[in-house]
């Protein structure tokens, strides 16, 4: 158990959390998902799907841009909601491509993409279970050879299904080439998802989080604080040392 959470408790820092975040706004949701689903012909109802979602998690972001060290614990739960809405705004901006763009009709297209976008998700999410408690993700941070095939099931589907649904739908290349790109991206910020558990994970083993990064969650002068003082301690260590 001591392999698995040293191995799942890998964080990056507040400061990196808040340039992730500002990154991943900027250039994998805005970029990417929204602005390709302003471009012409523009749909209304797509664009209302995809931007309300998309407002509402910046709103919660912001938390984490303005004061990352406090809220480096509840960080993770919003990383792992904004992987879902990320994908989903992706998966948004390809029913456009196929209605609007494309001309498909009928609802098989919408409920084929769904049940790959919920699968991709679920699959996510059960590689990260498996993984931890497989011990994998510990094998894998002590380059030890170990099979993975598994583990890229649920992002090979989804690109797959994604392919042939285009295929079905229209004979353009550069149409199939875009959804097999948006797809392949997607597969970033789907992994994002596993943080949802990741966040429950370290919620419930906080003692343990606690004596293993003693600092976490704290608001940054806090954290200095703790800093000068150990740094103090062990400077008065080593000159009573010196001084015996």
């Not at 606690?210 to 003082?229: A, S, V």
């Amino acid at each position: 158990m001591d392999k698995i959470f040293s191995s799942y408790l890998k964080f990056e820092s507040p400061t990196r959390n808040k340039q992730s975040i500002i990154g991943d706004f900027i250039v994998l949701l805005y970029l990417i998902g929204i602005l390709p689903i302003l471009g012409v012909p523009f749909s209304l109802p797509f664009f209302l799907a995809a931007i309300i979602p998309a407002i509402m998690i910046t709103l919660w972001g912001m938390v984490y841009i303005v004061d990352p060290y406090k809220n480096e614990k509840s960080y993770y739960l919003f990383l792992g909601v904004y992987g879902i809405v990320n994908t989903y705004v992706f998966f948004i901006l390809v029913q456009k491509l196929l209605y609007v763009n494309i001309g498909a009709s009928g609802p098989a297209a919408f409920i084929f993409s769904l049940l790959l976008f919920i699968l991709l998700i679920f699959g996510m999410n059960w590689m990260n279970w498996k993984a931890l408690y497989s011990g994998t993700y510990y094998k894998l941070q002590q380059k030890t050879k170990i099979p993975v095939g598994w583990a890229a099931l649920s992002g090979v589907s989804y690109v797959l299904g994604q392919f042939i649904l285009s295929l079905i739908y229209t004979d353009s290349g550069i149409s199939i080439l875009i959804i097999v790109c948006l797809s392949i991206i997607s597969l970033y910020p789907a992994f994002l998802s596993i943080n949802i558990h990741r966040y429950f994970f370290i919620k419930k083993n906080m003692d343990t989080v606690k004596q293993m990064f003693p600092e976490f969650g704290l608001p940054k002068d806090e954290r200095y604080t703790k800093k000068k003082k150990k740094k103090k301690r062990n400077n008065n260590n080593k000159k009573n040392n010196l001084e015996l």
